[in-house]
């Protein structure tokens, strides 16, 4: 892989505040054309580092090249091929979708066609409103349309679906793939992991300001982790067995159960269950989070995959 | 000039390659932020409707039957007395009480930070609002005029020498209360505190600045604390402007004092410009 592949990369980077150490080393590196997916518990360092390789913020230490510039000192050339979007903004409440998206169409030197980029968002039948009158996800589609109007090389995407309803974030996610296959670099960050698993190529954990992880969603926390966990109640007692051959492991248990129950003809097991981790499940695993169904790693919860 | 991997739409072919001019980007934020300014209800009653409202509630309740005020020989209709107060507290307002309230609340919104990950130059940024200012001033003043000329039988002055005072004063007294403006956006903690914070500097230099009553009855304390801001100095070169001279032995020093007020604003326009320049950020003060 040559330098020129990666859009983005950071080589320990370390921030401070006060007497935390909010970034502590951590090394990143984002291939072009990928969706790279941050995930972490809120004061894990994420927004520190996010915002250091968007220029908010100065760092304390290591290296980085967002674009093959340093952010720290790069000027508007720079900016006008990135595309941020932020979480939390309630800004621009007077102004109508359609004039804010021309507007910030003006600051670039090749963006997209304004009316385009509307249709693309979903914001046509809005375009004459007043932003203080769209709905939560109308406003975040908004900010999407402001980030990408600019036809940025590397997008950042900041908790993009919060106060979505689970058929414009499906729209959305359609609408995060196109732009990756256009050719543009994204860097999510989220807290929805279903998210992370519908979108990423890849995803790194973040936690206590390093990575702690970094795979594909469906590798992440490798063999052990993906183990599947075949759930079944005998005697009265719920008993698990984790295994990654849960087939095979069903077959045995039904030979076994009609075996000693004198059956030549299968059984029904009662509360047979096969539960494959989710990413989520991985997720939690790697923060250290347990929870009072499975004390071992990994967590395990649901079986409709 | 098109992008050969971009499709050709018409914006597009209109668009250069280059990164748009600063210069053009302020004429663009100019636009966004006068839309914003008038459709925003608080802005225009409490910023550009104010000193309007105020001079005609004033020459209203003291103006009943024709009453005049002034010293003998050189009366004047109440509202051509109160008016150079209202159009300094005008421009005040439109300048710096506008910005200092606007600025905090876009920095507290996200909307600095927003712009910040753009493109956009800073100076664009600040001639937007150089603009913006300007603009909403001198369309609020012309209304001010009209209202007093037109309802309140107001003589306006005539001589071009008046209006060139009312020029310069005006200028230098926006100049200053837009840099100061940017600076004291700072100080409120949050954009809903913004107003409360920012709205009584503005009222009490209207009381100590001889806004409302005559400054030579103010208290000598008083008069000199109001002395050290702009706003006396705005309504006294005001007054140089909307008033006779029959009125000159009511001033504190005897005179207008013309190269005194325009020291004093050219003073304060540095000082603020020095301190909004070093205290301005794109973010929050929480967000480290």
Do not use: C
Request: glycine letters at 10%; proline letters at 6%.
């Amino acid at each position: 892989m040559t330098p020129t592949d990666l859009a983005l990369e950071a080589r320990g980077l370390r921030k401070r505040y006060g007497d935390k150490q909010a970034v502590d080393g951590l090394d990143l590196a984002v291939h072009r054309g990928e969706i790279f997916s941050v995930l972490g518990p809120n004061g894990a360092g994420k927004t520190t580092t996010v915002e250091i390789l968007e220029g908010y913020r100065e760092r304390d230490g290591g290296e980085v090249r967002v674009l093959g510039e340093d952010p720290q000192t790069a000027g508007r050339e720079w900016r006008s091929r990135i595309g941020v979007v932020l979480q939390d903004t309630r800004d621009l409440a007077e102004a109508n979708v359609g004039e804010l998206v021309r507007h910030f169409a003006a600051y670039y030197p090749r963006p997209h066609d304004p009316e385009h980029v509307i249709d693309l968002v979903g914001l046509r039948d809005k375009v004459r409103t007043r932003v203080r009158q769209l709905s939560g996800g109308q406003r975040r589609r908004l900010d999407v349309a402001l980030g990408i109007v600019g036809r940025p090389e590397l997008l950042f995407l900041d908790e993009p679906t919060t106060g979505f309803d689970p058929e414009a974030r499906r729209s959305f996610w359609d609408l995060v793939r196109d732009l990756r296959d256009q050719g543009t670099t994204i860097l999510l960050t989220t807290h929805y992991l279903d998210e992370a698993e519908q979108l990423a190529d890849r995803v790194a954990v973040v936690q206590d300001g390093r990575v702690v992880a970094l795979d594909r969603p469906s590798e992440l926390g490798g063999r052990a982790a993906r183990l599947a966990v075949v759930r079944w109640v005998e005697d009265g007692v719920p008993r698990e067995i984790r295994t990654d051959e849960p087939t095979r492991t069903v077959v045995e248990l039904a030979g076994r159960w009609a075996d000693a129950r004198g059956s030549a003809a299968p059984l029904e097991v009662p509360g047979l269950q096969v539960l494959h981790p989710s990413l989520e499940d991985v997720y939690l695993a790697l923060i250290g989070v347990e929870t009072s169904v499975a004390p071992v790693v990994p967590t395990l919860q649901g079986s409709t995959r | 000039m098109t992008a050969a991997t971009a499709p050709t739409t018409r914006s597009e072919l209109a668009r250069p390659e280059a990164l748009p001019g600063t210069l053009h980007l302020g004429l663009v934020r100019a636009r966004l932020e006068l839309r914003q300014y008038f459709r925003e209800r608080d802005a225009v009653v409490f910023i550009f409707l104010y000193p309007v409202i105020m001079l005609a509630i004033f020459a209203t309740v003291f103006g009943q039957d024709g009453a005049r005020v002034g010293p003998d020989g050189g009366t004047v209709p109440f509202a051509q007395y109160f008016l150079p107060g209202m159009v300094a507290t005008g421009v005040m307002l439109s300048s710096f009480q506008s910005l200092a309230i606007t600025i905090a609340v876009e920095r507290d919104e996200g909307g600095l930070k927003r712009l910040r990950g753009t493109p956009l130059p800073a100076a664009a940024y600040f001639l937007g609002k150089v603009g913006q200012v300007l603009v909403a001033s001198a369309l609020q003043l012309a209304l001010l005029l009209a209202v007093a000329g037109l309802l309140f039988d107001v003589a306006l002055p005539t001589a071009p020498d008046r209006w060139f005072t009312f020029a310069w004063v005006f200028l230098l007294g926006t100049a200053a209360g837009s840099v100061l403006g940017v600076a004291f956006s700072s100080v409120p903690r949050t954009g809903r505190s913004a107003s409360a914070v920012v709205t009584p500097v503005v009222l009490v230099l209207q009381f100590v600045s001889g806004v409302f009553f005559m400054y030579d009855a103010l208290p000598t304390w008083m008069q000199q604390i109001a002395s050290v801001f702009p706003l006396k100095w705005m309504a006294q070169g005001m007054r140089s402007v909307f008033l006779p001279d029959t009125y000159l032995p009511m001033e504190v020093a005897g005179s207008w004092e013309h190269p005194m007020t325009a020291l004093v604003l050219a003073v304060w326009a540095v000082v603020g410009l020095v301190l909004g320049v070093r205290t301005f950020r794109w973010t929050r003060r929480d967000a480290g």
